[in-house]
């Protein structure tokens, strides 16, 4: 059920948004039989609502992770999601119900980080080609509610609405947001399998469709878990090509540069972005490519969105686009790229580097001062807080601002959104002059890649920015997807290295033959 209806978008409320919650399961395999007895009568308990989402949720004693789950549904061709937030002093708290449907009230145990969650089968999507709109996300919002806060949809926007979808990023659309049918999600000490229906007559859904589609799906899911770590075989790589090639990327760089320093021109950053495209020996496993990349995921977001018979998009990104808590929104500004130093000394050198880099602060002060402007004039008040410091991850460093603001009304999310999306950090400014340039010089279409992916809840959502990502699986290889910023002062060779380095999580995880090695460097250089 596409709940755009189309572009027919119903209006009115649904007539029922619900959580039942059952008792404790102590391992998955148990939760999937109360799961399935839950469902068994639901049939029998027709209601009188033409339209409805209800989640039946089962708790787990095991704590198990989200990703092992999804990984160990390996035989299943459904629809599939899987995000897990990052570490963070705001993220989102989820109320632990004690299993009897009501929620627990032993104070501050009675929330619990919610770390990740994995979704198959959509019991609701949400996808259109044209931009997505006021009335996209209105269609979004009908099916969640603050009652119910694990009633989530997943997905992501592309980076630029306006220009033409490749074949590769067909399934997704303009945007692609689902309600999984089937989720398990993974807290900090136990576990929850959960199944969800949706129906509504006016989008030729009823609600005996929706119990018959969520069996069929449930007969798809395995109730075993395998264990699995992040120690996956490197994929051979047998041909590899980059767009655009070094001598273009040079030529592009330059051209930026001169419209940068021309007294006829407004732009001040434009973001120039790669696309390699790697073939391999067998077909490289997204969700396996992800579970290596858990050890890099210290303080990122790693998610895998895979529409019907299309790649996956999966990535392990660092950088926050905003996060919603009723009335307070968070974002932050992150720019300006050195790698780890091998030893204390060399990354504390590395890092003051880049902290007093004139090029380096200039980029980064574009990014912020640019999120500031936006906050203010959707927020009714903003704190930058720190200003500047350096954000360190396992292969890189940026400089980092956070930045708090209030809304005025809830509603309001939507213009956060669509004011942040994109930002200069992946597009540049003045933002359509380099989203013009962008479109010109670009001969690859960026799909998700730097576009907002993350989740709507009912009281609460975020989102990142999809960047160190890649685009994985059914016959597309694998492309891998970096992009770095242009100001005055940028160098094209340093560029293309930080490019390298930005794309090395993925290229780590593959084995390049002597002939392709050797292409390779004639490529780099």
């Given at each position: 059920m596409n709940g755009c209806g189309g572009g027919n978008y119903p209006r009115s409320p649904l007539g029922i948004i619900e959580t039942r919650t059952l008792p404790t399961a102590p391992t998955p395999l148990l939760a999937a039989g109360r799961l399935n007895s839950a469902i068994f009568h639901?049939?029998?308990?027709?209601?009188?609502?033409?339209?409805?989402?209800i989640r039946i949720e089962v708790p787990i004693q095991e704590k198990v992770e989200a990703l092992d789950w999804l990984r160990s549904q390996s035989d299943t061709l459904l629809p599939r999601c899987y995000f897990s937030g990052r570490d963070s002093g705001d993220t989102a708290l989820i109320e632990n119900r004690n299993g009897d449907g009501h929620a627990s009230s032993n104070g501050h145990d009675s929330q619990q980080n919610l770390l990740s969650v994995a979704g198959l089968g959509s019991a609701v999507s949400f996808r259109h080609l044209h931009p997505f709109s006021l009335d996209d996300w209105h269609s979004i919002k009908r099916f969640l509610s603050k009652k119910c806060p694990l009633i989530r949809a997943y997905g992501a926007i592309r980076f630029d609405a306006r220009s033409d979808i490749a074949p590769e990023w067909k399934g997704f659309g303009s945007f692609y947001f689902m309600v999984p049918q089937v989720e398990f999600d993974e807290f900090k000490g136990n576990s929850m399998l959960a199944a969800t229906i949706a129906w509504d007559k006016r989008l030729s859904r009823t609600y005996e469709q929706a119990i018959a589609s969520l069996e069929a799906t449930m007969l798809q899911v395995s109730s075993g878990v395998r264990r699995l770590n992040g120690n996956s075989?490197?994929?051979?790589?047998?041909?590899?090509?980059?767009?655009?090639?070094?001598?273009?990327?040079?030529?592009?760089?330059?051209?930026?540069?001169?419209l940068i320093s021309s007294k006829n021109s407004t732009l001040v950053k434009v973001v120039l972005a790669r696309?390699?495209?790697?073939?391999?020996?067998v077909e490289i496993d997204p969700l396996e490519w992800l579970t290596s990349l858990q050890v890099e995921g210290d303080n990122a977001y790693q998610f895998c969105l895979q529409p019907p018979e299309s790649p996956a998009f999966i990535g392990n990104t660092p950088e926050r686009l905003f996060y919603r808590n009723r009335l307070n929104v968070y974002s932050e500004a992150l720019a300006g790229t050195r790698a780890r130093g091998g030893t204390e000394s060399l990354d504390l050198q590395i890092g003051n580097d880049l902290l007093s880099s004139a090029k380096d602060h200039h980029e980064f002060a574009v990014v912020r001062e640019s999120i500031r402007r936006k906050f203010e004039n959707v927020c009714c008040s903003t704190v930058v807080e720190p200003s500047k410091v350096l954000r360190k991850l396992p292969r890189v460093q940026h400089l980092y601002a956070k930045l708090t603001g209030t809304l005025q009304k809830e509603d309001d999310e939507f213009k956060i959104l669509s004011s942040l999306h994109p930002t200069p950090a992946v597009c540049g400014l003045p933002t359509e002059e380099a989203r013009i340039l962008i479109s010109e010089t670009e001969k690859f279409d960026r799909g998700m890649y730097a576009g907002p992916v993350g989740w709507f809840g009912g009281a609460e959502s975020e989102f990142a920015v999809g960047i160190r990502s890649a685009l994985v699986g059914k016959g597309v290889g694998?492309?891998?997807?970096?992009?770095?910023?242009?100001?005055?002062g940028s160098n094209s060779s340093l560029e293309w290295q930080e490019l390298e380095l930005k794309t090395s999580q993925f290229t780590k995880l593959m084995k390049f033959e002597a002939p392709l090695l050797a292409t390779r460097e004639r490529i780099e250089l």
């Amino acid at each position: 059920m596409n709940g755009c209806g189309g572009g027919n978008y119903p209006r009115s409320p649904l007539g029922i948004i619900e959580t039942r919650t059952l008792p404790t399961a102590p391992t998955p395999l148990l939760a999937a039989g109360r799961l399935n007895s839950a469902i068994f009568h639901l049939k029998s308990d027709s209601p009188a609502e033409d339209s409805g989402i209800i989640r039946i949720e089962v708790p787990i004693q095991e704590k198990v992770e989200a990703l092992d789950w999804l990984r160990s549904q390996s035989d299943t061709l459904l629809p599939r999601c899987y995000f897990s937030g990052r570490d963070s002093g705001d993220t989102a708290l989820i109320e632990n119900r004690n299993g009897d449907g009501h929620a627990s009230s032993n104070g501050h145990d009675s929330q619990q980080n919610l770390l990740s969650v994995a979704g198959l089968g959509s019991a609701v999507s949400f996808r259109h080609l044209h931009p997505f709109s006021l009335d996209d996300w209105h269609s979004i919002k009908r099916f969640l509610s603050k009652k119910c806060p694990l009633i989530r949809a997943y997905g992501a926007i592309r980076f630029d609405a306006r220009s033409d979808i490749a074949p590769e990023w067909k399934g997704f659309g303009s945007f692609y947001f689902m309600v999984p049918q089937v989720e398990f999600d993974e807290f900090k000490g136990n576990s929850m399998l959960a199944a969800t229906i949706a129906w509504d007559k006016r989008l030729s859904r009823t609600y005996e469709q929706a119990i018959a589609s969520l069996e069929a799906t449930m007969l798809q899911v395995s109730s075993g878990v395998r264990r699995l770590n992040g120690n996956s075989s490197r994929a051979k790589v047998f041909h590899q090509t980059h767009v655009p090639n070094k001598l273009s990327w040079d030529k592009s760089v330059k051209r930026a540069l001169d419209l940068i320093s021309s007294k006829n021109s407004t732009l001040v950053k434009v973001v120039l972005a790669r696309s390699s495209r790697v073939l391999t020996m067998v077909e490289i496993d997204p969700l396996e490519w992800l579970t290596s990349l858990q050890v890099e995921g210290d303080n990122a977001y790693q998610f895998c969105l895979q529409p019907p018979e299309s790649p996956a998009f999966i990535g392990n990104t660092p950088e926050r686009l905003f996060y919603r808590n009723r009335l307070n929104v968070y974002s932050e500004a992150l720019a300006g790229t050195r790698a780890r130093g091998g030893t204390e000394s060399l990354d504390l050198q590395i890092g003051n580097d880049l902290l007093s880099s004139a090029k380096d602060h200039h980029e980064f002060a574009v990014v912020r001062e640019s999120i500031r402007r936006k906050f203010e004039n959707v927020c009714c008040s903003t704190v930058v807080e720190p200003s500047k410091v350096l954000r360190k991850l396992p292969r890189v460093q940026h400089l980092y601002a956070k930045l708090t603001g209030t809304l005025q009304k809830e509603d309001d999310e939507f213009k956060i959104l669509s004011s942040l999306h994109p930002t200069p950090a992946v597009c540049g400014l003045p933002t359509e002059e380099a989203r013009i340039l962008i479109s010109e010089t670009e001969k690859f279409d960026r799909g998700m890649y730097a576009g907002p992916v993350g989740w709507f809840g009912g009281a609460e959502s975020e989102f990142a920015v999809g960047i160190r990502s890649a685009l994985v699986g059914k016959g597309v290889g694998a492309l891998l997807y970096a992009g770095t910023g242009i100001v005055e002062g940028s160098n094209s060779s340093l560029e293309w290295q930080e490019l390298e380095l930005k794309t090395s999580q993925f290229t780590k995880l593959m084995k390049f033959e002597a002939p392709l090695l050797a292409t390779r460097e004639r490529i780099e250089l």
